[in-house]
């Protein structure tokens, strides 16, 4: 855990300090919320593939050795929904949360959806699991399937509330864990996103906005080019 960067504009109070992996969708899902809200933090990597998280100092943090993990003082979040939950109470100014009940209500949905029913069939261990017992073939579709699966129920949930954004003309929650998850459908899983037509829409307005691309892989400091 050697990198260490600072990102973001100034108006945290307190020292924020963000445990994450490049690759990690999950930790992708927290940059990206800490750009849109304007919060500095520190970057601290934690290299997955070399095993840093079953360090004795991370394991201190989260025992269940997963990225991210947020430090705020003497808090501790090592969930990325926890976290993302944590700082809209903590840090409202930006809010990624509509006072709407019924929208507010799509984008918790929506959120537990990707964390819930998506992204855990797509983890690095899970993968690694398949590719050994089934082979990358095998693993590929798998993952593909799950990826679809999910993206179904969220195609059929949001369409006709979406507008620029998955609830309207802002930038919400939902829009935080679509925009890396699907992504990762493109580019690793070669989803066919023509499918999901309202999700391929949104995600063509994720790629134009500076904060997510900000918060992209490729641009943070443990990033493998």
């Known amino acids: 855990m050697e990198v260490k960067s600072e990102s973001g504009n100034r108006n945290s109070s307190s020292k924020l300090v963000l445990y994450s992996y490049w690759q990690s969708s999950c930790a992708w899902r927290v940059h990206f919320a800490l750009i ?36 705020d003082g003497d808090v501790v979040i090592s969930d990325s929904f926890a976290i993302l939950l944590y700082l809209e109470e903590k840090y409202p100014e930006k809010p990624l949360l509509p006072k709407d009940p019924q929208k507010r ?3 918790l949905q929506a959120a537990s959806i990707v964390s819930s ?26 993952a593909k399937s799950s990826i679809e699966k999910g993206f179904l129920a969220l195609e059929k949930l949001l369409q006709d509330f979406a507008g620029t954004y998955g609830t309207g003309e802002e930038v919400n929650m939902v829009d935080v864990f679509l925009a890396p998850q699907i992504a990762v459908a493109v580019e690793m899983c070669k989803v066919d996103m023509t499918k999901f037509p309202t999700l391929n829409r949104l995600f063509e307005s994720y790629k ?6 900000a918060s992209t892989p490729e641009r943070q400091p443990d990033a493998v080019h």
Do not use: C, M
């Open 36 to 71: 849109l809200k304007g919060l500095s933090y520190e970057y601290k990597a934690v290299d997955l593939l070399k095993g840093e998280q079953f360090s004795p100092e991370f394991e201190r943090l989260n025992p269940l050795h997963y990225v991210p993990v947020l430090v």
């Open 105 to 107: 209500t799509l984008n």
């Open 117 to 142: 029913s998506i992204q855990p069939f797509n983890l690095l261990t899970s993968l690694k699991y398949l590719d050994e017992k089934l082979g990358p073939e095998e693993r590929l579709l798998w």
């Open 208 to 213: 134009a906005l500076p904060e997510f691309i």
